[in-house]
């Protein structure tokens, strides 16, 4: 563990809200209706400007060594950090998720239907977040996914220990030779990032250097294959790490809900996989729109981080 309190979680302030018996606020009871007196404290360009960058700057700096990288923000990410960042507050956890907007496929519940499906028992992951759901047996129902992913993302982006760095790809993984004797060539030893808008023009731009975060463990999360997606497996693939990838197969929920949790593992050493990625390398069925796997593989690739860890 190697947890150094970052400037921006230095000094922070718990704000609690004073609710009168209207549910909000006094102090916003008291601005409704006196506007005419209303006005902000004042500030300058340069104090927003410093407030954002310093604080940037800082998370950079401490985060370039990190305990455990996650690749990817969508539900089996935000769920792996989830039970980490909870589990080891002592840990330093940097996720990076290539899109502005974290979440990845669980905005909606399949298709454009709102509603998010998730098989029991992953309705446990449901209840330790506090989010709410219809039961139907043997599945239950929150009633927009939104709530699911708003509500991961908030308890993930309060803990202290989390650093998410949105709209920064990772470009390519750290490695060093092997030292575990099993065979594998190489050890993955970190990431390297790249701001996404940068990552897309390295075609029509000269050379645009990488940024790196050294970690003994990463979790990739990055989805299954398409425009993007699958990234630290296909990764793997041409660096001959891996010989081939098995390929997602066609739908069967029955299934591969089942699997893709069992088989939430370390591929090389110091790399977990877990989430659809998982299914490009073992050929496994997809679930589509259910999400039970996602959160519960989530949970089991921050068990396999912490036991690579060996913590
Ligand atoms: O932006 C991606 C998304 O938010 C992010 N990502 C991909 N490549 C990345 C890279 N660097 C940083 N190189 C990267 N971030 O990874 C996230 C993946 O989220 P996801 O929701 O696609 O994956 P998941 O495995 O958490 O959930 C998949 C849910 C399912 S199942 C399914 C089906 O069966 O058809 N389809 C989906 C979307």
């Known amino acids: 563990p190697i947890l150094t309190k970052s400037l921006a979680t230095a000094g922070e302030t718990a704000v609690g809200n004073n609710s009168t018996n209207n549910g909000l606020s006094k102090v916003i009871t008291d601005m409704m209706g006196n506007w005419d007196a209303f006005t902000f404290s004042p500030i300058r360009e340069s104090q927003v400007s410093r407030a954002m960058t310093r604080r940037y700057f800082a998370d950079l700096d401490a985060y370039a060594e990190s305990d455990i990288v996650i690749i990817g923000a969508g539900s089996c990410g935000l769920s792996a950090a989830y039970t980490l960042g909870k589990l080891r507050p002592d840990?330093?956890?940097?996720?990076?998720?290539?899109?502005?907007?974290?979440?990845?496929g669980a905005w909606l519940g399949g298709q454009l239907f709102s509603a998010m499906v998730?098989?029991?028992?992953?309705?446990?992951?449901?209840?330790?977040?506090?989010?709410?759901?219809?039961?139907?047996?043997?599945?239950?129902?929150?009633?927009?996914?939104?709530?699911?992913t708003s509500t991961v993302?908030?308890?993930?982006?309060?803990?202290?220990?989390?650093?998410?760095?949105?709209?920064?790809?990772?470009?390519?993984?750290?490695t060093r030779k092997s030292d575990d004797g099993e065979g594998s060539e190489v050890r993955v030893a970190g990431?390297?990032?790249?701001?996404?808008?940068?990552?897309?023009?390295?075609?029509?731009?000269?050379?645009?250097?990488?940024?790196?975060?050294?970690?003994?463990?990463?979790?990739?999360?990055?989805?299954?294959?398409?425009?993007?997606?699958?990234?630290?497996?296909?990764?793997?693939?041409?660096?001959?790490?891996?010989?081939?990838?098995?390929?997602?197969?066609?739908?069967?929920?029955?299934?591969?809900e089942d699997a893709i949790v069992k088989?939430?593992?370390?591929?090389?050493?110091?790399?977990?996989?877990?989430?659809?990625?998982?299914?490009?390398?073992?050929?496994?069925?997809?679930?589509?729109?259910?999400?039970?796997?996602?959160?519960?593989?989530?949970?089991?690739?921050?068990?396999?981080?912490?036991?690579?860890?060996?913590?």
């Open 91 to 104: 840990l330093k956890i940097a996720i990076v998720e290539a899109g502005v907007a974290p979440g990845g």
């Open 118 to 148: 998730m098989r029991k028992p992953a309705d446990a992951f449901l209840r330790e977040l506090g989010v709410p759901f219809e039961d139907e047996g043997h599945f239950v129902v929150v009633k927009h996914a939104a709530l699911f």
């Open 153 to 174: 993302l908030s308890k993930v982006l309060q803990l202290p220990n989390v650093k998410l760095f949105n709209a920064t790809a990772v470009e390519d993984l750290i």
């Open 191 to 256: 990431v390297v990032t790249n701001w996404t808008l940068v990552s897309m023009h390295h075609d029509d731009q000269s050379c645009m250097d990488p940024n790196t975060i050294n970690a003994p463990v990463i979790i990739s999360t990055t989805g299954h294959d398409g425009p993007f997606g699958a990234f630290s497996v296909k990764r793997l693939v041409s660096m001959k790490q891996l010989e081939q990838l098995g390929g997602m197969r066609g739908l069967d929920m029955q299934s591969a």
């Open 263 to 311: 088989n939430t593992r370390e591929i090389v050493p110091g790399l977990i996989v877990g989430g659809m990625e998982l299914s490009e390398v073992d050929g496994a069925n997809r679930m589509g729109p259910t999400f039970g796997a996602m959160a519960l593989s989530g949970v089991k690739a921050a068990e396999e981080a912490l036991r690579v860890f060996d913590l």
